[in-house]
């Protein structure tokens, strides 16, 4: 016991506080089995600090060893294994023998650059997405502290408002940009106002479909929305949704102001149109202003021709039956002379 307690000591004192790839895998008692025949050729001498500030420049300070060891969450046992397969048959190559620093210095460089090649094979996390949710599939591993980094993000995300008119339809989504687990689980609930606490919302529907669909929205639809993604009973992620209806007099009433504030500008005129307004006046070319013009007039003509025809035909037909009278009487007399 008392051995175990001087090894620990001693091999805390010349390694680096921050931890390492090396020192999250490799057990105290092989390193200084490792460490135990370290020669400085220059001086001729065993020296097992030495040793370790070697293993503190290859593997504890080297970025490249770092970076490797950030692999998704669940393969930090494949790290292990990678490590432990560069280090430990050197660890029975070397232990109680004597060999130069040089040999070290080859040995344990290319163990490092083994591991730096197969550590960066291995998957990496997806990465946090902000600004909210429990990211589990999102967590690093860090080999400085030995275990994996959370997306430390709030469960409940910011409220996103949405404004609709009456009568038409919306649509909100339970969507998120990180992976879920699978079999995930979405509960919609609803309240009257705008809110973020738990108890004022009503549960509205169960199950797995991420769309809330209203096909005619109405005023009393008016409120917050909340999505809640939960996984094995584990609440991953609340999205809210403030949805504000606006009735059909109000909006009536609202261009209906427009217009009557437009027709109170100076001349009773109204702004000319912006050049990003969509709507543009359309002016027909000369020839064919000329041409409707022309038939125009024509069909006008016509018409009047066909009046004063008619009128004619009507006069005739409807001529004094008494003077028609008078004539034939005078005809009959002239006759008789």
């Known amino acids: 016991m008392f051995v175990l307690i001087v090894k620990l000591l001693f091999f805390s004192s010349i390694i680096s506080t921050a931890l390492n790839c090396y020192q999250c895998f490799i057990d105290v008692d092989d390193s200084l089995r490792m460490c135990w025949g370290h020669m400085l050729t220059q001086y001729n001498v065993r020296n097992v ?32 294994n990678i490590l432990m397969a560069e280090i430990m048959p050197i660890v029975e190559e070397f232990d109680e023998q004597t060999n130069n620093d040089t040999v070290y210095e080859f040995r344990l460089q290319a163990a490092a650059n083994n591991f730096i090649e197969a550590a960066s094979r291995l998957p990496r996390a997806s990465g946090c997405f902000p ?36 009568n038409n339809r919306t649509q909100m989504w339970c969507k998120v940009p990180f992976p879920l687990p699978t079999g995930a689980e979405i509960i919609w609930r609803y309240a009257m106002e705008i809110t973020m606490l738990m108890d004022r919302f009503d549960e509205v529907t169960v199950g797995v479909d991420p769309l809330y669909f209203i096909s005619s929205a109405r005023p009393e639809h008016s409120g917050t929305y909340q999505c809640e993604i939960f996984s ?20 009536g009433h609202a261009e209906l102001q427009d217009v009557f504030e437009q027709a109170l500008l100076p001349g009773g005129q109204f702004p000319p149109l912006s050049p990003k307004d969509p709507f543009t006046l359309w002016v027909p070319s000369p020839a064919l202003l000329t041409t409707c013009l022309t038939a125009m007039f024509l069909l006008v003509f016509l018409m009047l021709g ?30 008789h002379c």
Not at 131 to 156: I, M, R
Not at 232 to 251: D, F, K, M, N
Not at 318 to 329: G, L, M, V, W
Request: aromatic fraction near 12%; hydrophobic fraction near 30%.
């Open 49 to 80: 600090d030495s040793c370790f500030k070697t293993l503190d420049r290859i593997f504890n300070n080297e970025p490249r060893v770092i970076d490797a060891g950030k692999v998704g969450r669940g393969y930090d046992v494949m790290l292990n």
């Open 232 to 251: 094995q009973e584990h609440s991953l992620v609340r999205i809210y949704y403030y949805l504000t209806v606006v009735p059909l007099a109000q909006l």
């Open 306 to 335: 066909v009046l004063y025809w008619l009128s004619n035909q009507i006069g005739t037909n409807h001529s004094d039956p008494a003077q028609e009278t008078k004539s034939t009487e005078k005809k009959k007399y002239l006759i």
């Open 131 to 166: 600004p909210c949710g429990f990211q589990a599939q999102g967590a690093l591993y860090n080999c400085v502290t030995c275990q994996y980094d959370s997306c430390e993000f709030p469960l409940d995300c910011p409220v996103k408002e949405i404004t609709v008119q009456e």
